[in-house]
């Protein structure tokens, strides 16, 4: 049911950890499943993403994916970031089960969450990004809530 790329990040996730004095974290959850992930970034002064770590207490597909995303991130600018969406985190993996496509949600708001954090920390903006939301699950049914 899993690809060999989603096998392979999950028994072997790339960039696990965290980053001290990061420059963005980032973290989301989807309440219904109780998912949750944490993204770091080490942005340098060109705004070039030199290092990137997550952690995750997910399932397996939420591990699979946070991996390939941060491998995705890693030394891109945070504009060019912020075009890693799910739907690029998935083809990069082969595809992902249909009932496991909200994992790789998690991954790409995780991404736009530290994103989000590193541009309010450095007084930037980075066009086209939008606050993400802390929680995934609740854009889904409950829009006007959400903040
Ligand atoms: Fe929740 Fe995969 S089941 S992230």
């Not at 980053?19 to 060109?46: F, H, P, Q, W």
């Not at 708001?109 to 699950?137: C, F, R």
Request: aromatic share 6%.
């Amino acid at each position: 049911m899993y690809t060999e790329k989603v096998m392979d990040h999950f028994q072997h996730p790339r960039n696990v950890g965290e980053i001290e004095n990061a420059s963005g974290v980032g973290t989301v959850g989807n309440a219904k499943c109780g998912d949750i992930m944490r993204i770091y970034l080490d942005v340098d002064s060109d705004q070039i993403i030199r290092d990137v770590k997550f952690k995750t207490f997910g399932c397996g597909a939420a591990v699979a994916t946070s991996s390939m995303a941060t491998e995705l991130v890693k030394g891109k600018s945070v504009q060019e970031a912020t075009k890693v969406t799910n739907k690029a985190v998935m083809e990069a993996l082969d595809g992902l089960p249909p009932v496991k496509v909200h994992c790789s949600l998690l991954a790409e708001e995780a991404i736009h969450a530290a994103l989000w954090d590193y541009a309010q920390k450095s007084g930037i903006e980075i066009e086209g990004l939008e606050q993400p939301k802390s929680d995934i699950h609740e854009g889904e049914e409950e829009e006007d809530e959400a903040y």
